[in-house]
């Protein structure tokens, strides 16, 4: 039975995306009156969308939130009671080659939904952040109340001004609002990532594996359907007028056992060689080490279902079962 905190209508802002067309998938089933998604295609995708869009209860308004105006978003509230704010840049190392893209789509996209909002009285919302706030930090598990925050990346960066933009409407106009830093998010739909990314090469070109830094980096990974569980969860069962908390697993898993579970999966063991390109991060601004304490989701009483190697073993079956497709399909257009 739906919570009666959701018995009016949400927008899913990003809802065509990875994790926010899991949410709205989870939000249809939950019985949610009406889910309005909120999405410019820049990364989501319409078949993603494919389980929700003929559902009576769902409407899709196709819109760009860097837009000032408003004028496409204001209307996509009205009588809104939840807004789940997903929309964001998915992939961490598009920063490195562009730093505006981040300060777009994570910064100045927030601002515009929060301005949106407290124009059309909408007094709650959520919003996708991730542990890559932190930075590197010489404490781990890492709680939500360590600081100072100073995160290495622009894309950590971007997540963390959209957080001080919502605790400050939260604190100035009286907003309710429910902050998620994800650990590594695995599964179906997902449009990049180790995962993905080097499956995508296990296609391609199956003898060699090439992995970005030495395979020591060791993060935690939650599968999609714990995350939206997890979000759901939070909002239902935490009532403060500022909610912070990490959405992860107590574990985590290193980019070497992930690299033989893919090859494994590929039923390459013994065929393709993985060859490590040095150095102990992947890239500038990655944080090869990270473990976030889940304390506070534990106390509130959610669990979650998989484990971070779970987790990973799960999605590469699941990736590995929409590579193949994707590859068959290409095969039969040529």
Not at 102 to 121: K, Q, Y
Not at 228 to 251: F, K, P
Not at 298 to 308: D, P
């Amino acid at each position: 039975m739906i919570h009666p905190d959701l018995q009016k209508p949400v927008l899913v802002t990003g809802g065509a995306g990875f994790i926010g067309s899991w949410l709205v998938d989870r939000l249809l089933e939950d019985g949610c009156p009406e889910v309005r998604v909120f999405d410019d295609f820049s990364s989501g995708r319409r078949e993603f969308l494919s389980h929700a869009l003929s559902h009576p209860a769902f409407r899709l308004i196709e819109g760009d939130l860097r837009q000032p105006d408003l004028q496409q978003l204001r209307p996509a509230l009205r009588g809104v009671s939840q807004v789940f704010h997903l929309a964001a840049n998915p992939d961490a190392r598009r920063g490195i080659a562009d730093p505006r893209i981040d300060f777009n789509l994570e910064i100045l996209a927030t601002f515009h939904v929060l301005e949106a909002m407290r124009l059309e009285n909408v007094k709650r919302v959520m919003l996708a952040s991730s542990g890559t706030v932190y930075g590197e930090t010489p404490v781990m598990p890492l709680p939500e109340d360590y600081g100072p925050l100073l995160p290495i990346s622009i894309y950590g960066a971007g997540k963390l001004a959209s957080e001080g933009l919502v605790s400050a409407y939260a604190g100035t106009f009286g907003f309710q609002a429910w902050i998620y830093r994800f650990g590594n998010v695995v599964g179906p739909r997902t449009t990049h990532g180790v995962l993905k990314d080097l499956g995508d090469m296990l296609v391609h070109h199956p003898r060699e594996l090439p992995v970005m830094g030495d395979g020591s980096q060791k993060k935690p990974y939650l599968h999609v359907s714990d995350v939206v569980d997890g979000i759901v969860y939070g909002i239902q069962h935490s009532q403060e007028r500022m909610t912070v908390l990490n959405l992860a697993v107590a574990g985590a898993t290193s980019v070497r056992s992930i690299a033989e579970m893919l090859v494994e999966q590929f039923g390459l063991t013994g065929k393709t060689r993985i060859c490590y390109q040095g150095g102990d991060r992947g890239w500038p601004g990655d944080v090869p080490q990270s473990r976030l304490c889940v304390d506070k989701m534990t106390a509130l009483g959610w669990q979650v279902r998989y484990s971070s190697d779970e987790a990973v073993k799960r999605a590469i079956a699941e990736v590995h079962q929409e590579l193949m497709r994707a590859a068959r399909g290409a095969e039969v257009r040529s």
